[in-house]
């Protein structure tokens, strides 16, 4: 099967707050396992419905590095329910393809959310885990990487991004003949 295409700025299904998950049935752990499929091919270390244009309140996130073995958690109406500290990690995103920016974050988060069974579960996680987090449930508001940048550097990401999409289209209908 085609993995899930991800979605790049400046598409703005990116910026639709999504919606709750009422329940947790099969096609949401469908949408969950494409998702972790598309994130794995990327690669990546998060990513959210969003990203494949489902607007539902969920993410996967997998931090294990390559010579660690998979740790794929799932979030599922995820809430941040503690924030506490600071860090600054450089951070990159599926959807801002090769841009990588220094974004402050909590240090510690706390999450609420339901697994991929539909089970309530609370992760306190640092690090690196507690930036991805809380980057994914950005996407969940339709916030992206760049929201949390200045002025200038949010207006040069967006113009390069604009750039490639242009670029991009007319490689698209350059190959359509
Ligand atoms: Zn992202």
Known sequence: MAIRTI????DQRLRVK?????????????????MAEAMYAAPGVGLAAPQVGESHR?????VATEDESSNLLVFINPELVNLEGEQIWCEGCLSFPEISEDIKRA?????????EKGEPFELTADGLL????????????????????????RRVIHREMLKRQKDGDQEASASRG
């Open 58 to 62: 969920l993410f996967v996130i997998d």
């Open 18 to 34: 999504a919606k709750p998950v009422p329940v947790v049935t099969a096609e949401i752990r469908k949408l969950v396992e494409d």
């Open 7 to 10: 979605l790049h700025y400046p």
């Open 130 to 153: 507690a930036v991805a987090i809380q980057h994914e449930n950005d996407h969940l508001d339709g916030i992206l990487m760049i929201d949390h940048l200045g002025v200038i550097k």
């Open 107 to 115: 240090e510690t988060v706390t999450v609420r959310a339901l697994n």
